[in-house]
């Protein structure tokens, strides 16, 4: 009897994978979002907010706290370091302190906060079609038992409702009595963002302020070299690469996110080309893709009016062909102020959002402009009348498009 010769059975899709040679040797240590426990420049940071939060610790509120600066320069990464070693500490001394960490990007109402925080404070309990006000006296009885609550909240101009958020967290200190305290931690990507909060708000949010300037181009390459050190293999990394990401990161913005991730980014495709080294030619490839995931995550962080206007300058670039000036000059994918105003007060009458002032549309325009989103010139001579040209810096079908998923269009 002829035997029946078996195939080979077909490896695994993963196997080769699993046995691939890599650069990296923990990836996760230069990942975006990981915190590591040093962060260069920024002691003096650290140790003001640690300064202020340590008054908790000997049964007293702390002061409230704003944090803003752009996207990259530490406040996050900041808040959270101090943040771990502070409930590490009353966890060993059994002080009644709490704290707790909420992304407004994902928790953007007055409600949504609260549930959010309910859930970590009474995490056995279900509050499932509870009113906000309910969920509000569970956060304050949480606090009259004598805790001291620290809460920080990271991306906070999302949330939709915020003055009345802010203003109810921060006067329910007047029922505590003393018998505990709530102190808040906001922090913001928007340097001008403080200017739109009501004045109650701001008085009780912005009790001590600290901006976090960008990193220069030597700390962004000591931070690099540092992280490099854990997440790459031994001379797996070029010295110029490095020099090279701190030098463009430092260019474009000082952000340290920026440069991490160029580094990231450019050894995942020395292992996708077997190269077996990171080099400058890695870092500049990794450029394009790295500007491309750091604009569109800008974009999802700005607040929802915001996106609208840019929503509207993107609409607008697709449609129109330009502007032709008096000398017969054509200017491609240039767009009048006043027309862009319009264009964006119809689409936030489309999703039944408010419809801001024409003043509050110019200081939007100018912080699009300050994130390097947009360009605009004095529309000068060639142009009947004196108005804002305004010119899109990306590509308006990619921007339409995640501005869409964002807010719906």
């Known amino acids: ?16 994978e699993f046995y691939a040679s890599t650069v990296f040797a923990d990836r996760n240590l230069i990942a975006p979002h990981y915190t590591p426990n040093e962060l260069p420049f920024r002691e003096k940071q650290i140790e003001e907010i640690a300064k202020n939060l340590s008054l908790c610790i000997h049964n007293k509120r702390p002061d409230n706290f704003f944090l803003y600066g752009k996207t990259g320069t530490g406040k996050t990464s900041v808040t959270k370091n101090v943040i771990s070693q502070l409930s590490e500490f009353v966890s060993q001394k059994n002080i009644q302190v709490r704290a707790e960490y909420i992304n ?50 990271d991306e906070l101009d999302k949330v939709k409702d915020l003055d009345e958020l802010i203003y109810g967290l921060t006067r329910g ?36 302020e600290m901006v976090f300037p960008p990193y220069n181009a030597e700390e962004l390459r000591k931070i690099l070299f540092t992280r490099a050190e854990t997440a790459f293999k031994k001379n797996a990394v070029e010295e110029s690469a490095i020099n090279l990401a701190a030098a463009f990161a430092a260019q474009e913005s000082g952000d340290a996110r920026t440069a991490v991730m160029l580094l990231l980014r450019a050894g995942e495709i020395s292992d996708k080309n077997k190269s077996f ?23 999802s962080t700005l607040p929802r009016q915001q996106q609208l206007v840019l929503l509207a300058i993107s609409d607008l670039s697709l449609s129109n062909k330009g502007i032709k000036k008096l000398n017969g000059l054509h200017e491609e994918h240039v767009l009048f102020s006043g ?11 489309s999703l039944q959002e408010n419809i801001i002032s024409s003043r509050w549309y110019r200081q939007y325009i100018s912080e699009l402009e300050m994130y390097g989103l947009i360009h605009t010139t004095s529309s000068g001579k060639g142009i009947k009348g004196q108005t804002r040209l305004i010119k899109l810096g990306y590509d308006a ?7 869409e998923k964002e807010v719906g269009g």
């Open 339 to 349: 027309e862009v105003y319009e264009q964006y007060r119809v689409k936030a009458k």
């Open 1 to 16: 009897m002829e035997a029946v010769l078996l195939e080979d059975k077909p490896k695994n899709l993963f196997e080769s």
């Open 104 to 153: 407004c990007r994902n928790h953007n109402s007055k409600y949504r906060v609260l549930i959010k925080l309910v859930k970590e404070l009474y995490p056995t309990e279900n509050f499932l079609g509870y009113s906000a006000a309910f969920v509000y006296e569970k956060v304050l009885d949480y606090a009259k038992k004598g805790n001291n609550l620290i809460l920080v909240l």
């Open 173 to 208: 200190n007047d029922e505590l009595q003393g018998k505990g305290g709530i102190t808040l931690i906001g922090i913001s990507n928007n340097l001008n963002f403080k200017e739109r909060l009501d004045p109650r708000t701001k008085s009780s949010l912005c009790e001590q």
């Open 277 to 299: 080294k990171v080099t400058d030619k890695e870092v500049i490839k990794a450029k394009q893709t790295v500007e491309e995931e750091i604009i569109f995550d800008m974009i």
């Open 397 to 403: 079908k990619k921007i339409k498009e995640l501005i």
